[in-house]
Each structure stands twice: as structure tokens, then as C-alpha cells.
């Protein structure tokens, strides 16, 4: 199999895991509007990012550790994708947003803006990751409805995000990650009846019918 890139020695940048290469194409991609000689983005090594398929990185996006970017799959602006992570099928992530540790990114799903997705989550098929919503441990995101981002809210005009996972869903909202009831004990200790608790009571209530929604389908 012909290279689709060379890693460059004289463009380099250095991450936590050692020097990131970037990348020149050996060949077009035209369906990315990548022609031979483009420069890419920047990865640690030949293992991060495949030959094969139309898989890219390009802009000042980084991919290094034993992360992977295969198929048809694109990282670009100042995306990162690090550890042990996959991108692949015809997945998107770009923007500032991170995906990290054991995630996977894969279909047509989209990581966006200053999103984060992490742990074991695994985000497929139509699904957007965008704003701030942070995504992590078991999540298991199948379509846009088994994710809710609501922002801004509260006192620091935040992301309130709830998605499903393979046990109990999970809510995070800045420092805060753990389930519905105990968002809700969280709001009541903190907010009370104040403007902000009112605001994430009437969220509650909507998350939970989201919930219901879920149960009733699974």
C-alpha cells in the first residue's frame, strides 16, 4: 500500500508524550479538498493516523499516544486526540474539543467547539458533541436524543449535560459529575430557591422526562 503522508523533522511540536510530525500529503483526498503537497496537522507517529481510507489531520490538530484516526474520519483546528482513543468511520472532531483515554468517535459523529469526550464513552452514528458538554465513563452515545446540553446556565453561565451510559445516566456541569438525584441534592444544598436553582429544577424536570424517554426504549 502507497503512503498517503510524510512526517516532516524540520515541523515539529513537542506534547506531554514526546515530539509531534507534522504531516504532508502524498497524495489528493479530494473529498476533504486535500491535494499532494498540503500540509496537515500534527501526529506522533505513523500508528496514529492510517495509509489506507481518506482519514486526515489537518490544521493545528494533534494525534499522538496510541490514539488512532482511520476510515474516512477527519480531526481538524485544534482538536486533540490522545491515549488510547479511536476516531473512525466517517467521524468529525474539530474545533478546541478533546477526545482522550479509551473513547471512540465513529459513523458520522461530530465532536465539536470545546467538547470533551473521554473514559470508555463511545459516541456514534448522527450524534453532536458540541459546546462544552463533557462526555466520559460508560457513555453510550447511539443518537442525538441520548444526549442533553443546555447552556449557559447557573452562576458561571456553564453547560449542564446529561447523557446516557450503560448504567445510570450521568449529568456533568463544571466540577460536578454524578447522577440526576444527586445533581438534584447538589442544586437544593447550594442554590435553594434562588434564580439559579429555579433554572436547574426546571432542567431536572426536562432531563428526567429525557430519561423516561430512554427507559421506555430500552
Request: aromatic residues 10%; hydrophobic residues 40%.
Amino acid at each position: 500500500m502507497s503512503k498517503k503522508y510524510e512526517l516532516l523533522t524540520d515541523d515539529t511540536v513537542a506534547s506531554c508524550d514526546g515530539t509531534l510530525y507534522r504531516i504532508r500529503s502524498l497524495r489528493d483526498i479530494p473529498e476533504l479538498g486535500v491535494s499532494i503537497g498540503d500540509m496537515g496537522g500534527y501526529i506522533e507517529s505513523e500508528k496514529n493516523l492510517t495509509h489506507s481510507g481518506n482519514a486526515w489531520v489537518s490544521g493545528n490538530a494533534w494525534v499522538f499516544g496510541n490514539a488512532w484516526v482511520s476510515g474516512n474520519a477527519w480531526v481538524f483546528g485544534n482538536a486533540r486526540v490522545s491515549g488510547n482513543a479511536w476516531v473512525f468511520g466517517n467521524a468529525r472532531v474539530s474545533g478546541n474539543a478533546r477526545v482522550s483515554d479509551d473513547a471512540r468517535v465513529s459513523d458520522g459523529a461530530r465532536v465539536s467547539d470545546d467538547a470533551r469526550v473521554f473514559g470508555n464513552a463511545w459516541v456514534f452514528g448522527n450524534v453532536r458533541v458540541s459546546g462544552n458538554a463533557k462526555v466520559f465513563g460508560n457513555a453510550l452515545i447511539a443518537n442525538l436524543r441520548h444526549i442533553l446540553a443546555l447552556g449557559p446556565i447557573g452562576s458561571e453561565d456553564g453547560t449542564f449535560t446529561l447523557f446516557r451510559t450503560d448504567s445510570d445516566p450521568c449529568v456533568t456541569r463544571g466540577c460536578f459529575s454524578g447522577t440526576l438525584d444527586e445533581f438534584e441534592k447538589a442544586v437544593n444544598d447550594t442554590h435553594g430557591d434562588n434564580q439559579h436553582g429555579q433554572e436547574y429544577r426546571a432542567v431536572i424536570a426536562l432531563a428526567r422526562v429525557r430519561v423516561r424517554e430512554w427507559e421506555a426504549r430500552s
